[in-house]
């Protein structure tokens, strides 16, 4: 079945460059209830997290005596999230999380969890990817009661499906950890050179693709969209929704129970994106890209591409490490609305977990201004909806000099990442992106992905059914 090819591939990829923003960028800177079957009599609806007077998010007093308690979290990556786990921490003295690095496909993370618990010290939280897997061998605790009952999150606004994101049927088994948008960052340097402004932040992919045009120059080894695996994933599944041909990202229906990459509005956008490389040549082909030495990892620091992905593990190494004047801008509008990408990764308490209550209390810690603030100070986007918070963009020092209306608008802009909730995710993404990446780099036929869309969802069907989703 080769479960996760992609992603696993991807991950590699997206985490290389989490750990170089960690090397590279620098960093400045509830009690909720124990029992999570108990009411809270004090839910007042959709008001700010961490109002003045509610005494059941404040710490507890320094003189409370509690038992230490480790929660130990699975995890494909650490990077700049220990310096997350110190904050909580901070907050709760007597709470400490211990990262378990593992691979980052569900069958590792499976395999982990697993082992711990065969040896008698089960782990606490783990992130993951899809549910169908966790949720079939009964591995996960449902939030639910947790979260109707927590002051923090009923206390806050968010965006809107936020706290849903992870819903099978009447129970929530994951919560998202990290809100990531995708902007597209500009070489300001070869927009001078090539005669070129800034773009509004209300501009098109026509205006995108006019640009690349532009700015495209083979001889001096300058090309308008870069060669990078990120950027090809990443527009593939944003433009159909932008275009109105998919209602979801990465191809997928209104309520995320077929994929819609077989149909012909998605395969013309599809070969759009390919003509990119294989019509207008304004992104290098795979011998090309080979021959220029540039890896399928991320070009922008090459100097020598217009537009690049933007994303949070990416953008201090920008940041720091670039010789030329760059920018941000929104993904591109497009025939039907202006989306961009916004990666929710899930995180989810083991059913195994000894220490229940206080693995809660990291998922809530989530939904804190504090959190929050540390999302946007590392280039993330945020979920909590809260004036400070909007004012907080103007004061992140990432931002300092570049388009910062762009970073407020995208906050609000669709889509979350799908996939938890969609049984067979990953083997999705293992089948159906495999097969859509290679025509995009050797322009070979798209159509040759119709038979593997049908029988994803086929069976996809028929595991929502034995589920009970």
Not at 205 to 230: C, N, R
Request: aromatic share 10%; with cysteine.
């Amino acid at each position: 079945m080769n479960k996760g090819r992609t992603l696993a591939l991807l991950l590699s990829v997206l985490l290389t460059f989490l750990l170089f923003a960690s090397a590279c960028g620098s960093n400045e800177e509830e009690k909720a209830s124990e029992d999570s079957g108990q009411k809270n009599e004090q839910k007042e609806g959709n008001k700010p997290a961490n109002q003045e007077g509610d005494k059941e998010n404040e710490t507890p007093p320094a003189d409370e005596k509690k038992e230490p308690v480790t929660l130990k979290l699975i995890t494909w990556n650490v990077g700049l999230y220990q310096e997350a786990f110190d904050m909580f921490h901070e907050k709760y003295p007597w709470i400490t999380i211990e990262p378990i690095i593992t691979g980052g496909s569900d069958d590792a993370l499976i395999e982990k969890a697993a082992a711990m618990q065969t040896a008698g010290d089960p782990a606490d939280l783990t992130w993951l990817q899809g549910l169908s897997d966790w949720t079939n061998g009964g591995l996960l605790e449902d939030l639910t009661p947790f979260i109707e009952n927590d002051p923090t999150i009923q206390n806050a606004e968010v965006v809107e499906g936020f706290t849903d994101a992870f819903r099978t049927g009447d129970k929530i088994y994951a919560m998202p950890f990290s809100r990531i948008a995708a902007w597209i960052v500009v070489n300001k340097d070869l927009l001078k050179k090539h005669g070129m402004e800034m773009p509004s932040n209300d501009w098109t992919y026509d205006d995108f693709l006019e640009m690349a045009k532009k700015a495209t120059d083979p001889a001096a080894s300058e090309y308008g969209i870069s060669y990078d695996q990120t950027m090809y994933y990443f527009l593939n599944w944003i433009y159909p929704v932008a275009n109105g041909s998919a209602d979801n990202l990465i191809f997928m229906n209104k309520n995320l129970t077929q994929s819609v990459a077989n149909t012909p509005e998605v395969i013309a956008d599809l070969k759009w994106l390919q003509d990119l490389t294989t019509k207008w040549h304004v992104r290098p082909t795979a011998a090309e890209g080979e021959k220029l030495g540039w890896e399928r990892g991320n070009n922008f620091l090459t100097g020598k591409v217009l537009f690049s992905m933007g994303l949070d593990w990416l953008l201090p190494g920008y940041q720091k490490e670039a010789k030329f004047e760059w920018d941000i801008l929104p993904m591109p509008r497009g025939k039907a609305t202006q989306a961009t990408l916004q990666i929710q990764g899930p995180t989810a308490i083991l059913s195994a977990s000894k220490h229940k209550a206080e693995a809660f209390l990291w998922l809530s810690f989530q939904y804190e201004l504090e959190m929050q603030k540390w999302m946007m100070r590392n280039g993330s986007n945020t979920w909590v909806i809260h004036p400070e918070l909007e004012d907080y963009i103007d004061q992140v020092p990432l931002w300092q000099g570049k388009n910062k209306e762009a970073v407020k608008m995208t906050t609000t802009m669709c889509c979350g990442m799908p996939g938890a909730s969609v049984p067979d995710w990953s083997e999705y993404q293992g089948t159906i992106d495999t097969a859509i990446i290679g025509p995009m780099y050797d322009g070979s036929d798209l159509n040759a992905i119709i038979p593997k869309v049908e029988a994803f969802n086929k069976k996809t069907l028929e595991s929502r059914k034995l589920l009970g989703w």
